[in-house]
């Protein structure tokens, strides 16, 4: 009867197990003993060359430029998303006519594919025929080269992710909100807060275990940023968008050097985990749970 | 009742403050909010207005400055256009056979392994978990140049189905991931045991109490993960950028990517075929809302 239970256990485990094995358990210490090998598709051997790769990211300038605007987005996507999430969903947690409309325009954001979400934007602020140059002539502002631009390029990347994923903060900070015992509110109301000194003191902290989430998992999906820059810019103009998975792609799928390229995959998991490992350290103290 | 009490304690402080919003509340036949969220609508529908615009413009209309917010004509010569210089009918059943099949198989897998995991006691169990959760937290460009060599390796080896530039490249790798396995095992743990035993003492085997007793208990759980990987799998751009090159195995992503990269000026088959592309998805979307809705708050309340 023990041995049927190992049996059974096993059997029904294995499966799944195996693909997350061959596909993702495999791959990960394949790709570490890679990333200290030259591998470059083009040459039949491949000799292990020590920490070559990563001295190569050392002095590689489109790197440093690659983590420079990882980060600059990063800073500037994950914030901007919470803060439109957060005052939405504060606007959207109650009963008034059309609320429903409301919402469902915010959930939209979310059944459209990064590839739609791209090619719209990449209209909407094209240089010679979008919209938004057409906006700003209203208020005097002079055409704009926005993804044509080196300085702006980054930006218009930023604003276009941040309307793709407003959908999820709505519908986390929503469900958070939702959860918040509606007595105590009214005990913050009675003993004469006010609306502001009651969203400071009681909502935002009864909100902070749904912004932790909401910072990790954004910064996450910020640093792995691909398939808008790959669509828009294609890193350009000037290297000005080449961001860390950008460069890795390149590197690996036009260039096929899976060696350097593995390398740089391996030092962004590794900057992820450092910046993941902060926010939780940093979050916690700020992080009130209730249970 | 605190509605009724606070004006008179406004009224008492005398501050002015206090008395302002509420006279001006009474004022307004609507809720002063209307006033943030229906700009706020508006900028956040904008994009989607202006794709369905765009797509219904004749090319001159489209290419003009300033743009023309009402197009004089409506022109949906543009879908069967856009249809005709690309097949989007065949990347929409692309994407659905990959959907369907990694959602299901994931349902399968990730069931038995969850079960196991949860309720089974075998050697080796909590290292293999372990060792699965930390899968969980590498970032997908680690593993896929090996994925990469690996899918081209089965393909020319061992079957082509599953090998690069077939559909099974895009959905083998995915058919059942740590996520689910993870995901199932921790609501198949808050589940009473006292079913499964008594079923297990009538002489029921593993798996029929699996099947029978545990999976219509965990409907709501299986619900959640079919749509998180049904959004996943249809939203999934860079594998599919990697593994399919033939145009007639791209997903939708791709194949709107493709096309984009075709017809750059275009503007209005463009728009045509991202529409198309976007409506099945918009459609699945709403009609499932409240689920989609329920599972990404799920996720983002049990990651809190």
Same mark, same amino acid.
């Given at each position: 009867m023990i041995g049927s239970e190992h049996l059974a256990g096993w059997a029904f485990v294995t499966p799944g197990v195996a693909i997350i094995a061959l596909f993702g358990m495999a791959p990960i210490i394949w790709s570490a003993l890679m990333s200290f090998q030259r591998n470059n598709l083009l040459s039949p051997s491949t000799p292990f060359t020590g920490l070559a790769n990563y001295r190569q990211m050392v002095h590689d300038p489109i790197v440093a430029q690659a983590i420079q605007h990882t980060l600059i987005y990063t800073a500037l996507f994950v914030p901007g998303t919470m803060a439109l999430g957060l005052f939405l969903a504060v606007a959207m947690n109650r009963k008034i006519r059309f609320i429903a409309f409301y919402r469902t325009a915010a959930y939209a954001t979310m059944a459209i594919s990064t590839i739609s979400e791209a090619i719209v934007f990449i209209w909407l602020f094209d240089p010679s025929y979008g919209v938004v140059n057409y906006f700003f002539s209203w208020i005097g502002v002079p055409p704009q080269q926005f993804l044509n631009s080196p300085s702006q390029a980054l930006y218009v990347i930023v604003l276009m992710t941040i309307w793709g994923w407003t959908g999820f903060a709505v519908v986390i900070y929503l469900a958070a909100l939702q959860g918040i015992p509606q007595p105590l509110l009214e005990a913050a109301a009675i003993d004469g807060a006010g609306p502001w000194r009651t969203f400071r003191r009681i909502t935002l902290p009864l909100l902070s275990p749904a912004s932790l989430f909401l910072a990790v998992w954004l910064t996450i999906n910020a640093m792995q940023l691909f398939d808008e820059v790959y669509l828009s810019t294609q890193g350009g103009p000037l290297n000005a968008t080449t961001v860390l998975v950008y460069y890795l792609y390149n590197q690996a799928f036009q260039d096929f050097n899976f060696g350097y390229a593995s390398a740089i995959a391996y030092f962004l998991f590794l900057v992820i985990i450092v910046v993941t490992v902060i926010q939780f350290r940093v979050g916690r103290r700020y992080t009130y749970y209730r249970s | 009742m605190t509605a009724t009490s606070a004006p008179a304690r406004d009224g008492v402080r005398s501050d002015g403050r206090g008395v302002l919003p509420a006279r001006r509340r009474r004022r307004l036949p609507f809720s002063p909010w209307h006033l943030v969220l229906l700009p706020a609508t508006l900028v956040l529908l904008f994009p989607f207005a202006w794709l369905v615009i765009t797509s219904l413009e004749t090319p001159a209309e489209a290419l003009h400055f300033p743009p @023309? %917010?009402?197009?004089? @004509? %409506?022109?949906?010569a543009n879908y069967p256009d856009a249809l005709a210089s690309a097949p989007f009918g065949h990347f929409f059943l692309n994407s659905a056979i990959v959907a369907v099949a990694t959602v299901l198989s994931n349902l399968v897998l990730c069931s038995l392994a969850g079960y196991a995991f949860a309720r089974f006691r075998f050697l080796g169990r909590t290292a293999l978990f372990a060792v699965i959760m930390a899968t969980l937290m590498v970032p997908f460009q680690v593993t896929m140049i090996p994925q990469f060599i690996i899918t081209k390796w089965l393909g020319v080896h061992v079957l082509a189905a599953v090998g690069i530039n077939h559909l099974g490249a895009l959905i083998l790798p995915n058919a059942a991931t740590a996520f689910g396995i993870f995901f199932l095992r921790q609501f198949f743990r808050t589940l009473p045991l006292e079913y499964e035993e008594s079923a297990r003492v009538d002489g029921a085997s593993r798996l029929t109490v699996l099947i029978r007793i545990v999976l219509p208990l965990a409907t709501p759980a299986l619900a959640t993960l079919a749509a998180l990987t049904f959004l996943d799998s249809w939203n999934n751009f860079l594998w599919p950028l990697i593994a399919i090159t033939s145009t007639n195995q791209m997903t939708l992503p791709l194949g709107l990517a493709t096309f984009q990269g075709a017809h750059q000026t275009e503007w209005t088959l463009l728009m045509a075929a991202n529409v198309m592309s976007l409506v099945p998805m918009l459609a699945i979307f709403f009609g499932a809302q409240r689920y989609f809705i329920r599972s990404v708050a799920a996720t983002g309340l049990a990651g809190t």
């Open positions: - | @023309v %917010l009402t197009p004089h @004509v %409506l022109r949906f």
